[in-house]
């Protein structure tokens, strides 16, 4: 199975917003609403951020929100800020009963 | 707090059993959770591996099914994994998680995870 498709790279000033898309196909992201999005520091385990698509866990920063059309779902972040700059992944169950993460995006912070 | 903490060799022969063992504290691995696992090779994406459940009932990515066993050891409260005959390519950090499950339902997303092992396959 192939990986979802992140956009490599995607930048902002402090205090802008940014969107990073995942776009996966009807037998994943189309077909459920089981989309969630992981951050990742430098050498740390991947911390869930947002799960079934649009819902934040308990400490998350509402700064991060997320969407979904078709078979494409959307991180983002808004009101920017330094310590944005890390890496973000997508996930999706699918179904065939496995899971298949996006290619992840680096997030700058210009 | 459920904590996931994964053991095993840090290097692996090409050919020879990558054994990774992840044990479970703050949970049952006896619920109803599913239990994965990910890995991620230096300076790459994150790949699922698989997952197992309380019975042994298992899903592998179908990239990866060769050589791979999933087991459970209930009494020890912990999970492993076994890749058989592996490469270069296997080099990775191995993550396991947690599924999350919510009022007896499993919520196909990972809520916890372990800190991570880096294995590396090399003569």
């Known amino acids: 199975q192939s990986a979802l498709t992140q956009p490599a790279s995607v930048s902002g000033s402090p205090g802008q917003s940014i969107t990073i898309s995942c776009t996966g196909t009807?037998?994943?992201?189309?077909?459920?609403?089981?989309v969630s999005w992981y951050q990742q520091h430098p050498g740390k385990a991947p911390k869930l951020i947002i799960y079934e698509v649009t819902n934040r866990p308990s400490g998350v920063s509402n700064r991060f929100s997320g969407s979904k059309s078709g078979n494409t779902a959307s991180l983002t972040i808004s009101g920017l800020q330094a310590e944005d700059e890390v890496d973000y992944y997508c996930a999706s169950y699918t179904t065939t009963n496995t899971y298949i993460f996006g290619t992840g995006t680096k997030v700058t912070v210009l | 707090q459920v904590q996931l903490h994964e053991s095993g060799p840090g290097l692996v022969k090409p050919s020879g059993t990558l054994s990774l063992t992840c044990a479970v504290s703050?949970?049952?691995?006896?619920?109803?959770?599913?239990w994965s696992w990910v890995r991620q090779p230096p300076g790459k994406g994150l790949e699922w591996i698989g997952e197992?459940?309380?019975?042994?009932?298992?899903n592998y990515n179908p990239s990866l099914t060769s050589g791979l066993t999933f087991s459970i050891d209930k009494a020890k409260n912990q999970f492993s994994l076994k890749l058989s005959s592996v490469t270069a390519a296997d080099t990775a950090t191995y993550y396991c998680?947690?599924?999350?499950?919510?009022?007896?339902?499993?919520?196909?997303?990972?809520?916890?995870w372990g800190q991570g092992i880096l294995v590396t396959v090399s003569s």
């Open positions: 009807s037998s994943d992201i189309g077909d459920y609403n089981y």
């Open positions: 703050g949970a049952s691995i006896s619920s109803y959770n599913w």
């Open positions: 998680a947690r599924v999350a499950m919510r009022d007896g339902y499993n919520k196909f997303y990972f809520d916890f």
């Open positions: 197992i459940d309380h019975n042994e009932n298992a």
